[in-house]
T-cell receptor, first 111, second 114 residues
Framework: GENVEQHPSTLSVQEGDSAVIKCTYS??????FPWYKQELGKRPQLIID?????GEKKDQRIAVTLNKTAKHFSLHITETQPEDSAVYFC??????????FGTGTQLKVEL | NAGVTQTPKFQVLKTGQSMTLQCAQD?????MSWYRQDPGMGLRLIHY???????DQGEVPNGYNVSRSTTEDFPLRLLSAAPSQTSVYFC?????????????FGEGSWLTVV
């Protein structure tokens, strides 16, 4: 099955700086890679996703890049704000109906 | 539009007791699943269903049963609760198979087994 590894587990940045979270996956059949943001005590919420036929996708301050050859994808958040503080999860679908999550990154944006 | 609704939100069980976590969605989604979330381990898939009458195991199915008699409902049963099942449980659904279809999570159910 799919194995998704996520790094770093914690990330602290100054407000206004950029944050980058990286994930690798094992199943070359994976074709869909969503990113979720989870605030304390809340449900995970989709923030951006990318399909395997696209190398990069951007939505305002958030962007995701995908390198199929190396089997890794990354989340980039620019101009970070305190409200960006949360746990972020990457995920991959593998070849079937199972969504496998990374172990999460605790992002802290400091004033 | 309620989305994905889970009940109960909080539950305390004694070891050996059984219970059912309820999940319902009103979006006519074919795909439903259950995850558990533990500190440092992300979300792990317990069971999933691609349609009424069809269920399959995920990564951590032991100790849990599911059924999908209707499109809307996907209950998760703990047969004999153990302290290792203390966790936060999330039900999720998506329109069809996962690839390219947004998965929507319920608000979560906090379960403590003592």
């Amino acid at each position: 099955g799919e194995n998704v590894e996520q790094h770093p587990s914690t990330l602290s940045v100054q407000e206004g700086d950029s944050a980058v979270i990286k994930c690798t996956y094992s199943d070359s059949a994976s074709n869909y890679f969503p990113w979720y943001k989870q605030e304390l005590g809340k449900r995970p919420q989709l923030i951006i996703d990318i399909r395997s036929n696209v190398g990069e996708k951007k939505d305002q301050r958030i962007a995701v890049t995908l390198n199929k050859t190396a089997k890794h994808f990354s989340l980039h958040i620019t101009e970070t704000q305190p409200e960006d503080s949360a746990v972020y999860f990457c995920a991959g679908t593998g070849g079937g109906n199972k969504l496998t999550f990374g172990t999460g990154t605790q992002l802290k944006v400091e004033l | 539009n309620a989305g994905v609704t889970q009940t109960p939100k909080f539950q305390v069980l004694k070891t050996g007791q059984s219970m059912t976590l309820q999940c319902a969605q009103d979006m006519n989604h074919e795909y439903m699943s259950w995850y558990r979330q533990d500190p440092g381990m992300g979300l792990r898939l317990i069971h999933y269903s691609v349609g009424a009458g069809i269920t399959d195991q995920g990564e951590v199915p032991n100790g849990y049963n599911v059924s999908r008699s209707t499109t809307e409902d996907f209950p998760l049963r703990l047969l004999s609760a153990a302290p290792s099942q203390t966790s936060v449980y999330f039900c999720a659904s998506s329109r069809t198979t996962l690839s390219g279809n947004t998965i929507y999570f319920g608000e979560g159910s906090w379960l403590t087994v003592v």
